[in-house]
Each structure stands twice: as structure tokens, then as C-alpha cells.
């Protein structure tokens, strides 16, 4: 089936195969590879992509049901050649490990400091507690996230909505 | 231009990873991002029975299916099915060896049969189902009781359950028991568990024809040992096969290992002339990654009414699953020798059982058998402690070794596997002790203990422990100048993500006194070098990093040669600095330069057979509700001295990470099993691996005031030692807090439940 959709800021088309999982779509069709599988039962949120604004376990969903869709995944967050703040935040406080939970993690609060740039620290332990990450004891993932927040509040204040 | 300072001290600085850039926007490259033209894909029939023989596999329906191209089963294979080599021989454990896929018998849940090669890996999988097995059952082994009794054996060339017995001795325990004053003899229990990292396991591998080569994509830890294993198996010259390593998504012990996929990915590659490529799935996980920790310990303490530990002994059966894993062996030597961990006890006698069962076969998890023996020993000192009227803290201190203890030679083991013999190198015990004790602030929790605050009742604990680490007998680096200058760093180290590239670029760029910019690492990949080793046992950044020191100094040295002809002056006359060479008249030639005209390359190798001690403590404050059994963490603190820090930042992680999985492994992972042998989880649903709002108060020390004399760098493990207190202390908090009601937890996993129940016990 033809579907067509906007992935980091690209207008895609691409032909899936009616019971393809969007993860699969994004990593085996579209080589968007960052995008990783940890259960493919709705666990681990290895597999987190933002998808209308929201993040959204992609093993979860067909590709077809992200027809018309507008999707941010891991590559998609860097600001061309820098890291994001949110980022750099991660590689300061050493919040990746092996790296496999990261796409996850990162697509989580991105989508979460969005939406809520002062979001307090029991509120980001609690929207992760859906990633699972079994190298760093998570500790370092939310400083990270307190840290980027900064950042979130200011673009926030020079784009309100 | 930038000026590079003449001493360098990229080591001891948190210097931010050169990986995260790559992970960070998401390029990293794991196994499964790796596509190769033409590839088929894998996937493994696993046997349903625990135990039984094979009567008859029919695969025809299955080879019908569109886009299967084949199905292998032990009737393809060469006449005599290969065995996964092992890592340790020791003399009984030959008849024990798993055979790569299942021949006659099946002797656990989740053991190949079949291996299915199609265009991809939904048919693959799809085409299991079409794959009818017929086995005649037997009754399964479930657990170390029943395998020591022998009514079934699980092979019929032997005449025991029993694969081998360790025996670790000091001194004269029998004589140190009939002495005491004070003896005590308790029961302790671990449950099976197991690594679980993020990213399952896989393997890719491709067969060149023209040059007779094999190369194998997903290395991990071991990859020099599993090309010899390969190459043996496949009948091939070690030089013919590649073992090749991607970014990997966590290890822990587990991962890399050789498994029975890597020669039935490989076997296939060759023979139809293919890349192959298999990914497990989540559930498959459960059932094929080394499951490690189940045992049960009975053991006996004697002790002078002062404190002092005169004598331990004791048996500790390890179900070991249904075979000996290459590495299997690793956490029954560990928990015999390392049991009396970091005190001073003169009189030892352990021995550790390893008994085969209907399960998944056992192999290393973080810390192996040290989590486990130290969970026993600081639960024995506790009780001891209790019994004698004595001050745990006290009692500790007392028996923790001292610099003047060092060399403080262990229990001797035997078989000799190649550690029957090893020593704590340096250090004063009493000082990481004395620390966690002020970080924690003992004084002033110390009135908490027992006391009941809003219906929680709190408790305390601290613990020691010792992390072996570097593990011999050598490790190679080669160094090579670049045309551009820049400089390669080969090491036989391997990733798996706990941060290799830039620790061993900060050790070279030190050694070599240029800046970090101009080094590239590669590591973990059989290509690069003519011999190595690899990561485990916390030996990576030890063994890796001297061996960069060695390879520099020769580097450094033909550097220095090349330089003097250059200048023309004999090369005593010159000398290297900040990667320039200088005569004593003025006249000088920066690295650059010759890296225009020769090519400069030195491979060495470091040899050690040392190991090294890291020591530490760890304490912990809990709150328990008596109502629901559930545990809080209130604080946990961890100092230790891991000799020589290289990276704080990446040393912080290990440790803080290392702590929580150890919560997992007290509180929630259980690989538990019915009667029938079948594994009852198969999912992170209901396998509880620790999520973000579980234990958000770890604090974590690091101290450097003891370092190694057993290598150049000074330094010693650092990737174990966070997950192996943390079983012992924890354990010991819950039963200082629940001290009212006489609990003493024995066993692990603490559930709630289980608490609930211990608490119910004492009540009727
Ligand atoms: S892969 Fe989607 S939640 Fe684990
Ligand atoms: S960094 Fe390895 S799983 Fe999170």
C-alpha cells in the first residue's frame, strides 16, 4: 500500500506492506535506522517516535495507520550539524551508555519539554518511566532533562503558540 | 595553531564520550541496522519439551512455503554435530558441552532444532509453525535437588548431574570450627536472573568464495576467542574468519559469548553461499541468553566472641541449566573463591556444585557469583553479629583487610581453571568502609533502625566488597601514524557501551601527548589486530589501556628514531615531547612531518596475569511497609577505590548503573520456572527489569588513594563492582528494619509477597 507522509521535515511516499509495523517501515524501508527495537510488545520505548506532536511507541502502529502523518524520530532532532540542547544535555551528563534506549528516551522528552518546558523532575521520572534503559539506572537521563529544559522554556518564549 | 600542552591529562577528566555523537542523532550502527545485498534471513525452531528425545523432525511443509529457501536440522550438519567449545576447561565437564543444535535429545525450552533461511524474517518466522516435531518426553529436572539425586540423568555417557565440583580451601577450616567459640550454619538462596540488555542479540555472516574467508558482524566481547572457536568448529584457519563488532547495545557478561546461533549463522553462510542474518526477538531472548545467579548456599561461620572470623565453610549448588556454556563455569568458581570477599578470614572450605537441569544454560551476569557470595557473606556477619551482641559495624571493620594484609592471597581453588591462585593487590579496606559510613551519615541514621515512622518501618545496612578485575594473561595495541598526521589506536578491547573509545583515547593521547582530536580508535574487531582478547571480568580498560601504554612507547620510540635521521643525529641526541622530536641545539621535527614520509606502526603486547582488587562499601536506607511488603530506597551509598580513575564520568555511570540492576536483581527478576520445565516470562511485562521512578537515590564515590601495583596504569576493574554489595546490604537493611518481627529474609528475590509472607510467618 502507497502511503504518504512527513518524516523530519521531508514529504515521503513510500509502499508498505499492509501488516508492516511503522518501525519497521522507518528502519527497513526508509533506513531510518536510529529508530530501535527493543520488544516489539510495547515495553521498552526503545521504538519512540513523535508522531503529530506526540510520542508514540512505533511498533505498536502499522505504517498504513501513519498515512498523512507528520513524524519526528531520532534524526530528526539535531539542529543540522549541533547536537540539540536537550542533546548535549544527554552527552554532558552521561545519559547514554550503549546508546540503545536513547532514541527512545530522547523522542520522550523532547515531545514532553515541548509541550512542558517546566515540567518538575517527579513529572519527567514519571512520563519515563515507559523507556526502559538497563545501562544507566535512568539517574543521569532525567539531570539531563532538567538541565535541557532551559532551553525548551526559552524557544517557548520566543514562539509562543 | 594549536598548541598542544607537554604533558597531557586527558586521564581523570570527565571528558565527554566520543560515541554519544553517533548515538545521539542516531547513527549508531547495531547489528540489526546492517543490511547486506542478498541476504536470507534466519530464524531458530526452539524446542517446546525441557526434556525428551527426538524421534522425528519433518520440515517439508515448511520448505513449501513461498520465499523459504531451506531449513537446517542436525541432519544437514557434518556426521559429528560440533560442541560450543569452552573457555575454562577443566577435566569433567567434556561430556556436558552443548551441541550447536539438538542431536537425539532435547534437554531445555527454547534449544534449537531447526534453523529456517528465507528471504526474510517474517517468512522465516511464519514457516516455523509448519515445522512438525515429534519428541518422546522425559521427565525434566527442575531443580538442583532433583539433578543431584541422578534418578533421571540428563546424559547418558555419564553417571552424574554433578558437571564439576570447585573446591577453594585456606588454612585448616576443620580445626578452626572444632576450636570456636561461636559457630552458626544458615541457608541462603539466590534466584535465576539474568543480563537482559536493551538490544537483543544477532549475528550477520557472509562467505567470500574466491578467498575462503568468513566474516561474522555482531562481535561482542570475545571476538579473538570466538574467531578460534568458529574457525575450529567450521574447520577453517583462524585466519579465515573475521569476527567484526557494531556498536552493540549493552553486554553485562551475557552477550558475545559463543552461542549455538553464531555457528548456525555462520554453517549457513557457508554452505549456501549467502549472507545470513539472525535477530532474536524479545521472547526468543528470554529463553537463549545465558541465564545466570540461581543457587543455594549452606554455609557455616565460626567466630571468637570479639568478632574476629576464624573460619567459613560450606556448599554452594549452582543449577547451571542443561549445559556447560563456554563461560558456565565462571560464577561456580567465583562464589567458592570469593565468598569471604574483602575479610580477613584465614580458614576456608567451599565447594561449589554445578548441577545440570531442564533449563536454559547458565553463563556470566554482572558481578557472577560474586553478587551472590557477598549476598551470603554479609548476611552470615549480620546474623553472627545479632547472635553475638556485637556491633555490625564494628564486627566489619575488625575483619577488613589492611595495606599490611597485601599481597592478600584468596582461597586456593581447584580445578585449576586458571585462577586457582590470585591475591587482593593493595589497599586499605577500612577506608572506602570509613567513608560510605560518613557519606551516608551512619550516626545520625543510626537511631532510625527499626523504628516505625507513619507505618513504614526503617532500616540500615553497610557491606564491603571486593571486584576482581583484569583479568590476563596479555591484550595487544598497535599505533599507526596517519599521512594526515592523526594517529590510529588498535585495541583488542571491545565495546558494549561502556564507553571504550574515549577511555582509550584519553590513555593514548597521554602516553602519546597529543591532543584527543588527532586519535582514532578501533577496537573489538578481530581485523585489526594479529591477537587480542577482548572485555570481560572488568578487564577492558585495565588490560586494553597498559597495552597502550606499551604500544606507545614503542610508537614513541620509532618516532624518535625516525625524527633523529631526519635531523641527522644519533637518536640518543633527541628527544620527544608533545609530539615533537627535539635535538639539544634547537632544531625540531613535529609528528606531522614524518607522518609525510613514513609510516610509523607498532603493535605490542601487554602481559599481566595480576588480577586486580577494587574495594569498596556500600550502605543503604530502606523503609519497608509491613502492609504490602513494598521496599522504598530512601538512600544508597557506594564509595570505592578503584586504583587510578581514567574517566569519572563513564566510571560514575558503571557504578550507578551497575547499582540499579542490582536493585532488579533483589527486588523483581525472576526467571522462574514450572515443573514441567517450561520458563514462565517472556516479556519485559512480566520480567520487571528497574524503571525511572524505582530508585532515584543512588550516590556514588570514587577514590583513587590505592592504586594497582599489578599494572603501568595503576588502575583496576570498575564494571562490576556497583551491582555486587547491593544484594548483601540490602537485604540486610530489610531485616534490620523488620527486626521486630524477627524476619530474616534467606532468599532472593524480595518481592512484596514475599515480604508480606515473612512478616505473616513470624506474626503466627
Ligand atoms: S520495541 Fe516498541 S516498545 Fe519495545
Ligand atoms: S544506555 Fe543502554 S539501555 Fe539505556
Redesign the pocket.
Known amino acids: 500500500m502507497n502511503i504518504t507522509l512527513s518524516i523530519n521535515g521531508a514529504r515521503i511516499e513510500v509502499d508498505v506492506p499492509p501488516r508492516m509495523t511503522l ?1 519497521d517501515a522507518l528502519r527497513q524501508k526508509l533506513q531510518l535506522t536510529g529508530t530501535h ?11 519512540t517516535i513523535i508522531v503529530n506532536g506526540r510520542a508514540v ?4 502502529m502499522l505504517a498504513v495507520q501513519a498515512s498523512g502523518a507528520t513524524i519526528t524520530t531520532v534524526e530528526g532532532l539535531a539542529h543540522g550539524d549541533d547536537l540539540s540542547p536537550l542533546q548535549a544535555a544527554f552527552r554532558r551528563h552521561h545519559a547514554l551508555q550503549c546508546g540503545f534506549c536513547t532514541p527512545g528516551m530522547l523522542t520522550t522528552l523532547h515531545a514532553l519539554l515541548t509541550e512542558e518546558p517546566y515540567a518538575s523532575e517527579e513529572r519527567i521520572r514519571d512520563v519515563i518511566t515507559g523507556n526502559l534503559c538497563r545501562c544507566t539506572g535512568y539517574i543521569p537521563i532525567v539531570e539531563a532533562a532538567l538541565d535541557a529544559r532551559e532551553a525548551y522554556q526559552r524557544s517557548r518564549e520566543s514562539a509562543p503558540l | 595553531m594549536k598548541v598542544t600542552p607537554a604533558v597531557n591529562t586527558f586521564v581523570g577528566r570527565p571528558v565527554e564520550r566520543v560515541e554519544d555523537l553517533r548515538y545521539l542523532r542516531g547513527k549508531g550502527q547495531y547489528l540489526d541496522d546492517l543490511q547486506k545485498e542478498g541476504q536470507w534471513c534466519g530464524a531458530v525452531l526452539r524446542s517446546s519439551v525441557a526434556h525428551g528425545r527426538l524421534v522425528n523432525i519433518d520440515t517439508k511443509a515448511a520448505l513449501d512455503i513461498p520465499g523459504v529457501h531451506a531449513v537446517i536440522t542436525a541432519a544437514d550438519l557434518p556426521s559429528v554435530i560440533p560442541t560450543i567449545p569452552f573457555r575454562r576447561p577443566n577435566p569433567t565437564i567434556a561430556p556436558y558441552a552443548q551441541p550447536v543444535i539438538a542431536v537425539d535429545k532435547v534437554r531445555y525450552v527454547g534449544e534449537p532444532i531447526a534453523f529456517v533461511l528465507a528471504d526474510s524474517a517474517e517468512i522465516a518466522e511464519d514457516a516455523l509453525q509448519f515445522i512438525s516435531v515429534e519428541i518422546d518426553t522425559l521427565d525434566p529436572i527442575v531443580d538442583w535437588r532433583a539433578s543431584e539425586n541422578g534418578a533421571t540423568l540428563l546424559f547418558d555417557s555419564t553417571q552424574t548431574n554433578i558437571a564439576s565440583v570447585f573446591e577453594a580451601r585456606s588454612g585448616d577450616a576443620a580445626e578452626a570450627f572444632r576450636a570456636a567459640p561461636y559457630v552458626r550454619r544458615e541457608r541462603f538462596s539466590v534466584q535465576r536472573h539474568t543480563a537482559m540488555p536493551m538490544e537483543t542479540r544477532g549475528l550477520l555472516a557472509e562467505w567470500d568464495e574466491a578467498t575462503s574467508h568468513l566474516t561474522v558482524w555482531g562481535a561482542a566481547k570475545l571476538p579473538f576467542f570466538n574467531r578460534r572457536a568458529m574457525a575450529g568448529m567450521m574447520g577453517l584457519q583462524e585466519t579465515a574468519v573475521d569476527y567484526l563488532e557494531l556498536d552493540v547495545g549493552g553486554g553485562f557478561g551475557a552477550r558475545g559469548e559463543f552461542y549455538p546461533e553464531d555457528f548456525l549463522v555462520a554453517f549457513s553462510a557457508k554452505h549456501f553461499k549467502r549472507p545470513v542474518k539472525w535477530v532474536e526477538d524479545r521472547r526468543e531472548h528470554f529463553l537463549a541468553i545465558a541465564h545466570a545467579r540461581e543457587m543455594e548456599a549452606e554455609l557455616e561461620i565460626a567466630c571468637d566472641l570479639d568478632g574476629s572470623i576464624l573460619g567459613m565453610r560450606g556448599t554452594i549448588n549452582v543449577d547451571i541449566g542443561a549445559y556447560v556454556r563456554p563461560n558456565g563455569m565462571t560464577p561456580v568458581r567465583n562464589v567458592t573463591q570469593f565468598i569471604a570477599g574483602p575479610y580477613r578470614i584465614a580458614n576456608l572450605a567451599f565447594d561449589g556444585r554445578a548441577l545440570v537441569s531442564n533449563k536454559t544454560p547458565a553463563g556470566t551476569y554482572r558481578g557472577p557469583g560474586r553478587f551472590e557470595g557477598c549476598f551470603f557473606c554479609e548476611r552470615m556477619i549480620d546474623l553472627a553479629a545479632k547472635d553475638l551482641n556485637l556491633d555490625g559495624v564494628d564486627m566489619r571493620r575488625r575483619n577488613l583487610l589492611t595495606q599490611a594484609d597485601m599481597p592478600y592471597a584468596l582461597a586456593t581453588v581447584s580445578p585449576n581453571d586458571g585462577f586457582a591462585e590470585t591475591a587482593c593487590d593493595s589497599g586499605d579496606y577500612r577506608t572506602t568502609f570509613d567513608q560510605c559510613l560518613n557519606e551516608f551519615g551512619w550516626q545520625e541514621k543510626s537511631p532510625l533502625n527499626g523504628q516505625c515512622i507513619d507505618g513504614l518501618y526503617h532500616g540500615i545496612a553497610i557491606g564491603n566488597f571486593i571486584e576482581g578485575g583484569a583479568a590476563g594473561p596479555r591484550e595487544s595495541a598497535k599505533i599507526e601514524l596517519e599521512r594526515d598526521g592523526s594517529v590510529s589506536v588498535y585495541v583488542g578491547s571491545s565495546g558494549v557501551g561502556q564507553g571504550v573509545e574515549t577511555i582509550m583515547s584519553q590513555i593514548a593521547a597521554d602516553a602519546l601527548e597529543i591532543s584527543l582530536d588527532r586519535i582514532r580508535l578501533f577496537h573489538g574487531s578481530t581485523s585489526n589486530l594479529k591477537e587480542g582478547f577482548g572485555s570481560y571480568g572488568s578487564r577492558g580498560t585495565v588490560m586494553g589501556g597498559s597495552a597502550v601504554l606499551v604500544a606507545a612507547k614503542e610508537f614513541l620510540a620509532a618516532f624518535q628514531d625516525a625524527a633523529a635521521e631526519r635531523l641527522r643525529v644519533p637518536s640518543d641526541q633527541v628527544t620527544v615531547e608533545g609530539g615533537v622530536a627535539r635535538t639539544r641545539d634547537g632544531r625540531s621535527v613535529p609528528l606531522i612531518e614524518i607522518a609525510a614520509l613514513e609510516l610509523i606502526s607498532r603493535e605490542a603486547t601487554y602481559h599481566g596475569s595480576k588480577q586486580t582488587y577494587t574495594f569498596g562499601a556500600a550502605a543503604v536506607h530502606v523503609s519497608v511497609d509491613p502492609k504490602t511488603g513494598r521496599v522504598n530506597i530512601l538512600d544508597y551509598v557506594t564509595v570505592d577505590d578503584v586504583g587510578r580513575v581514567i574517566n569519572p564520568l563513564t566510571l560514575h555511570g558503571q557504578v550507578v548503573g551497575a547499582a540499579v540492576q542490582g536493585f532488579g536483581g533483589v527486588f523483581s527478576e525472576h526467571l522462574q520456572y514450572d515443573s514441567s520445565g517450561q520458563l514462565l516470562v517472556g516479556s519485559l511485562a512480566d520480567y520487571m527489569i528497574p524503571i525511572s521512578t524505582d530508585y532515584p537515590h543512588i550516590r556514588a564515590i570514587s577514590l583513587e588513594q590505592y592504586p594497582s601495583p599489578n599494572n603501568p596504569l595503576g588502575a583496576k576493574g570498575a564494571g562490576e563492582g556497583g551491582i555486587i554489595p547491593v544484594g548483601g546490604v540490602v537485604v540486610n537493611a530489610i531485616a534490620s528494619a523488620l527486626r521486630s518481627f524477627g524476619v530474616e529474609p534467606r532468599s532472593l528475590p524480595l518481592t512484596p509477597p514475599h515480604i508480606w509472607q515473612l512478616i505473616q510467618e513470624t506474626k503466627s
Open positions: 518501525c527495537i527493543g520488544c516489539e510488545h510495547g515495553v521498552c520505548g526503545a521504538c511507541r512505533s511498533c505498536l
